[in-house]
């Protein structure tokens, strides 16, 4: 399989190369199983949080290890959104994702008892990859719709031009 470079906090990775979509490859970014790679982001990315954040919010599944050791550094809690629907949710916020970016359309799902955790909080998005933003812009409207505020918006990784204002601390190209 033909791998590409990936580097973060100092850290280099030989990642395979996918294509989502016919003439779009691009380097697959993934942080489950590897706290080497999962912490160099993180530290990457600590100066970034935004002073006052109460609570980070991220998505299933690879941004979960890098939020939760961003987290657990900053003793910060930290709300996950799901993308499957689980029995035992009650009440849950369901959001529409745009993004074409992996090829498939995508909903979100926040149970309410996590969804309160956001109420009146000053909530950082945390993210893997930002690309369209297109998953930022359905996080934030998640964020809204629960009654918290969006304070700051982070990725490990950027990738092309996103619609909104994303911090990042390393790029990756579509090739
Ligand atoms: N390059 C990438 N690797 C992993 N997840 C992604 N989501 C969007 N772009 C991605």
Redesign the pocket.
């Known amino acids: 399989m033909e791998t590409y470079p990936i580097t973060i906090g100092g850290v280099t990775r030989h990642?395979p190369l996918?294509e989502?979509l016919p003439g779009r490859r691009?380097?697959?970014?993934?942080f489950l199983g590897d706290p080497e790679l999962v912490r160099a982001a993180a530290r990457a990315l600590r100066p970034l949080v935004p002073e006052g954040t109460e609570v980070f919010f991220t998505t299933e599944t690879?941004p979960i290890p890098l939020t939760h050791v961003l987290a657990e550094e900053m003793g910060l809690p930290y709300v996950v959104a799901r993308r499957r629907r689980r029995p035992y949710m009650e009440d849950p916020i369901i959001q529409e994702v745009q993004?074409l970016?992996?090829g498939v359309g995508e909903v979100l799902w926040l149970d309410r008892r996590f969804a309160e955790k956001l109420l009146n909080q000053r909530v950082t998005l945390v993210?893997?990859?930002?690309?369209s933003g297109e998953?930022m812009r359905a996080m934030e409207r998640m964020v809204g719709r629960a009654g918290g505020r969006v304070v700051g918006r982070l990725a490990a990784?950027r990738?092309g031009s996103p619609a909104l204002e994303v911090h990042t601390v390393a790029e990756?190209p579509v090739l």
């Not at 993210?127 to 690309?131: I, R």
């Open positions: 990642v996918i989502p691009i380097p697959l970014v993934e690879s993004t970016t992996l993210s893997d990859v930002v690309s998953t990784f990738q990756l």
